[in-house]
Structure formats: structure tokens, C-alpha cells
């Protein structure tokens, strides 16, 4: 049996108006991935769904892959698509 | 190539950010000024509103200003000023200015610098209307970059 580990999710423009909050910690069982992240958020905040299938996933801040590893004191960040300019 | 980098809340210094990259090995400075436009698409613009992941944002500008260097060599001065919070109609939103030796590879980098910036900086920016506001996208924004998303 797996141990639950919390994951905070930093949220940003579209992405926290979506969620209403500019941070989340989801409870996922470990081994925690990007994807399993993305699932998460995607089912505790509905708003946010139609933007995460286009958004990027952000671990102490470098870009990763759907199966990146996540670990409790990681930094993770939901990337939007940008609009700076 | 000396570098400036600057994410701020408040009004941007156009002059000192020029200033910033000025040099006297250099004959030339770039500066492109992106400003607030009044309308879009017929609605009128009451202001935008720009929000940003600071720490990462920091890093892609030291990324930005690192592709510069190898593309043109001969850059001098680098500076690039974005601005976060509310950004009236008319005023600077963001800055980036190059100083080189010649005025060519001073536009090029510069035409590069805000390019970029438009397709990797983590920055947000909604357009409020009176009747509410919208969350603009960059067509340039790279989803790939770095391997596949989730």
C-alpha cells in the first residue's frame, strides 16, 4: 500500500482564475508522475480540465514529461499557454 | 555580452533601460517597446492586467539572453524589462534593447529577443473591457518545449 503524498500546484493566470486559487496540494499515492498530477487536477478542479489539456507542466522549474517522478518537496507549476509582451 | 533583466510591478524606465545597454564600443541600440493598445477587435480596452511565474520567468530571460550571445556574437548590452500588475492604455508593458557594434545584428537580436520572449517567457495577460476580461494567448507560444507535455 502506497502513502498518500501531498503535492502543491502552483497555479497561474487563466489557470488560477480556473481553479479559483493560486494553489492547490493534491493527496496523490506515491510513486507521484506529471500525468498522474494533471489527472488530479483535472478532477478536483472541472473549470481547470479544458486548460490543462493544453498547458504545461512545470517540476522545480524545468519542463517535464508526462512521466516524470514528483517528489513531496518539489516545486510544481501548471504553465498555460503564455501571453507575455 | 553584459546583461539586465527586470520583472517589475511598476511603470517601466525606458530611458534607463536603454541607458543600461549604451556603450561606447557600440554604434547602434534596438529598443522595441511593446505598449497597450486601446481596442481589440472593436471592444475598447480599459487596461491589462499581467501576472507572471517570477522565478522561472527570470531564468527563460537568462535563457533568452544566452541564445543571443551564440546567434549574434558581437552583442554588447542586453536588456529586457517586463511589467506585471495593471498596465494602462499607452503605457510600457515591456522593453528589450540591444546595443551592437552595427545596427543590423542590433535589430536582429532585438526582433529575436521580444520573439522569444512572446513564445517562452511564463507571463499572463488579460484584457479587461468594461464588460469583463479575457486571457490572451501567444500564437508563438512553444507547448513542446522541453519534451512532450503530459
New interface residues.
Given amino acids: 500500500m502506497s502513502t498518500p503524498s501531498g503535492v502543491t500546484v502552483l497555479l497561474f493566470g487563466p489557470a488560477r482564475e480556473a481553479a479559483g486559487c493560486s494553489q492547490t496540494v493534491m493527496e496523490l499515492p506515491t510513486p507521484v508522475t506529471a500525468a498522474k498530477v494533471v489527472d488530479a487536477l483535472s478532477t478536483a478542479h472541472p473549470n481547470l480540465a479544458p486548460l490543462l489539456g493544453r498547458s504545461r507542466l512545470v517540476v522545480n522549474q524545468r519542463y517535464v514529461d508526462a512521466d516524470a517522478s514528483i517528489g513531496p518537496d518539489d516545486e510544481v507549476a501548471i504553465i498555460p499557454p503564455v501571453s507575455g509582451g | 555580452m553584459r546583461t539586465e533583466f527586470e520583472i517589475t510591478d511598476g511603470p517601466l524606465d525606458v530611458a534607463g533601460v536603454v541607458g543600461s545597454v549604451a556603450d561606447t564600443a557600440a554604434g547602434a541600440i534596438a529598443v522595441f517597446a511593446?505598449t497597450t493598445r486601446k481596442s481589440f477587435e472593436g471592444k475598447a480596452v480599459r487596461h491589462l492586467e499581467?501576472?507572471?511565474?517570477a522565478?522561472?520567468?527570470e531564468?527563460t530571460l537568462q535563457e533568452i539572453g544566452t541564445e543571443i550571445a551564440l546567434k549574434w556574437p558581437q552583442t554588447i548590452g542586453l536588456a529586457i524589462a517586463?511589467r506585471l500588475g495593471t498596465v494602462d492604455v499607452g503605457e510600457v508593458?515591456?522593453l528589450v534593447a540591444v546595443s551592437a557594434p552595427h545596427r543590423r545584428e542590433a535589430f536582429a537580436a532585438c526582433e529575436y529577443g521580444?520573439d522569444r520572449?512572446?513564445?517562452?517567457?511564463?507571463?499572463?495577460?488579460?484584457e479587461v473591457f468594461v464588460d469583463g476580461g479575457v486571457?490572451?494567448?501567444?500564437p508563438e507560444?512553444e507547448?513542446e518545449?522541453?519534451?512532450?507535455?503530459?
Avoid: F, Q, T
Fill in positions: 511593446g499581467y501576472e507572471a511565474y522565478p522561472l520567468a531564468r517586463h508593458s515591456v521580444i520572449l512572446k513564445a517562452v517567457l511564463p507571463v499572463w495577460k488579460k486571457w490572451k494567448e501567444n507560444w507547448r518545449r522541453g519534451g512532450e507535455p503530459p
